[in-house]
């Protein structure tokens, strides 16, 4: 399939993201989030993986200080992906 295509993605979506395969249980995966995370994934515009939110999540909390400022930092990484998604960046 080309670049440019839009695959379906089931509940995800119609995006032209790579979809990855995953070695784990999604659902228990989110439940062993922190409670500010999932929270930031239960209202975002996409569905994220929690292994990769958890990623960002420690490294944004690590660099910033807060949960606040990591959330917003969240925030502006959501609105990169759904800019690129679009094939707007």
Known sequence: MSAGKV???GN???TRLKIRARAEDPMRAYDALPPELRDWI???ARP???R???RLWRRAL???GCTERA????DRAEAAMLARD???A
């Open 7 to 9: 695959r379906p993605g």
């Open 62 to 64: 690590a660099e910033e």
């Open 52 to 54: 990769s939110c958890l």
């Open 71 to 74: 959330r917003a930092r969240l």
């Open 48 to 50: 994220w993986s929690p």
């Open 12 to 14: 995800r979506g119609a």
């Open 86 to 88: 679009s094939g707007l």
């Open 42 to 44: 239960a209202h975002a």
